[in-house]
């Protein structure tokens, strides 16, 4: 299968080097406006790099032929202008989270993905890390009982640098809770299986990028904030963000509780921990077990293993043999919930899914 890559930072780095060890995967073209850029891929793809052809724009790359696949990982508020010309010319397409930095060009994503009969696939690495895989495996086994509650907490490091600085304004990002907290955001559509009607997010930026000024310009996103949803099958999750806890332990903790039990997941660690409801003062016997990670996997990027094991999904899909498990709308969903989230944290108000058009 021949893919494009569009986007080559660091995200489409990562993409590359999970596609070297994915069976079948050739990569024949590359876009990226900037030079540096293209540069960074072609350091990650070593000898192969002779073989695959350079473009500027997505345009080019799209009318060049070269390409059964493109995997879109440039700039956020670039993805809708990028995909256009891919769906024009009949190509599969992964694109990366978010889908659009608005509502508005998430749905016409969604459109244009309806009308054709190619792949389209929503990037969501945080489904494919196989400790989650599992989690969510037991959850919808039935290993909580009716599922009632579930908390994520991200602590982690600050957004890093990109070319331009682009993440650093929340017109180019969708704001922190489209650009980083999508990924949670599908994770509790996908685990609670049901659609969001209301969201409160208490947000701001009080630690990062305080003494950082673009061209005179301050950055205006979120580094930390608490947010919550209520789902319409009367199921609640949280969600806990800190962009300056560089040092903690698990980066993702997760924890879902039913009626039953609860049941938690810490990454990297990749512990999964069980607690049966025991009583008052009855002793605890929580179930421990670590997921494992195929090492080249682990190796070949940042997110815990979890593009390789998406590529191998993907491709699968534009195989024919399987089924798309992380549709265009599915994107627009984490996007939209994230609006809600970003409307929130600014008004210091109860934002409903209704107000949006959901």
Same mark, same amino acid.
């Given at each position: 299968m021949r893919y494009g890559l569009i986007g080559t930072g660091m995200m489409g780095v990562e993409h590359i080097n999970n596609l070297a060890i994915t069976p079948g995967a050739i990569i024949t073209a590359l876009a990226d406006p900037t030079e540096r850029s293209l540069s960074w891929a072609k350091a990650a793809l070593g000898a192969r790099a002779d073989d695959v052809q350079a473009f500027d724009s997505a345009q080019a790359l799209a009318a060049s032929g070269l390409c059964d696949a493109v995997i879109v990982a440039s700039p956020n508020h670039?993805?809708?202008?990028?995909?256009?010309?891919?769906?024009?010319?009949?190509?599969?397409?992964?694109?990366?989270?978010?889908?659009?930095?608005?509502i508005d060009d998430a749905r016409w994503i969604v459109e244009r993905a309806a009308t054709s009969e190619r792949v389209f696939w929503?990037?969501?690495?945080?489904?494919?890390?196989?400790?989650?895989?599992?989690?969510?495996?037991?959850?919808? =086994? =039935?290993?909580? =009982?009716?599922?009632?509650?579930?908390?994520?907490?991200?602590?982690?490091?600050?957004?890093?640098?990109?070319v331009g600085d682009w993440n650093r304004f929340?017109?180019?990002?969708?704001?922190t809770m489209v650009e980083k907290c999508c990924h949670f955001f599908d994770l509790m559509r996908l685990i609670i299986q049901a659609e969001p009607v209301r969201v409160y997010c208490s947000g701001a930026m009080d630690v990062n990028h305080l003494d950082e000024a673009y061209d005179g310009e301050r950055p205006d996103i979120i580094d930390n904030s608490y947010t919550t949803v209520d789902f319409a099958n009367g199921v609640r999750a949280m969600l806990d963000l800190s962009m300056f806890a560089d040092g903690?332990?698990?980066?993702?903790?997760?924890?879902?509780?039913?009626?039953?039990?609860?049941?938690?997941?810490?990454i990297p660690e990749g512990a999964i921990i069980h607690s049966p409801r025991v009583g008052f003062r009855n002793p605890k016997r929580p179930e421990r077990r670590v997921i494992e990670v195929d090492p080249a996997a682990l190796n070949a990027?940042?997110?815990?293993?979890?593009?390789?094991?998406?590529?191998?999904?993907?491709?699968?899909?534009?195989? =024919?043999?399987?089924?798309?498990?992380?549709?265009?709308?599915?994107?627009?969903?984490?996007?939209?919930i994230g609006t809600a989230a970003e409307i929130s944290a600014r008004e210091k108000r109860v934002v409903t899914m209704a107000e949006l058009g959901f």
């Open positions: 670039t993805h809708a202008k990028v995909l256009a010309p891919l769906f024009d010319a009949g190509l599969h397409i992964l694109c990366e989270k978010p889908l659009a930095t608005r929503t990037a969501m690495e945080y489904r494919y890390m196989p400790p989650a895989a599992e989690f969510i495996a037991e959850i919808h =086994g =039935g290993r909580v =009982g009716a599922l009632k509650m579930l908390s994520i907490r991200e602590h982690r490091f600050p957004f890093l640098p990109k929340s017109r180019n990002t969708g704001g903690a332990e698990n980066q993702e903790e997760i924890a879902a509780v039913g009626d039953k039990a609860r049941l938690e997941v810490l990027g940042s997110h815990h293993g979890s593009t390789f094991y998406e590529h191998q999904r993907f491709n699968a899909a534009v195989r =024919g043999a399987g089924p798309v498990e992380v549709t265009a709308h599915d994107g627009l969903m984490a996007v939209a």
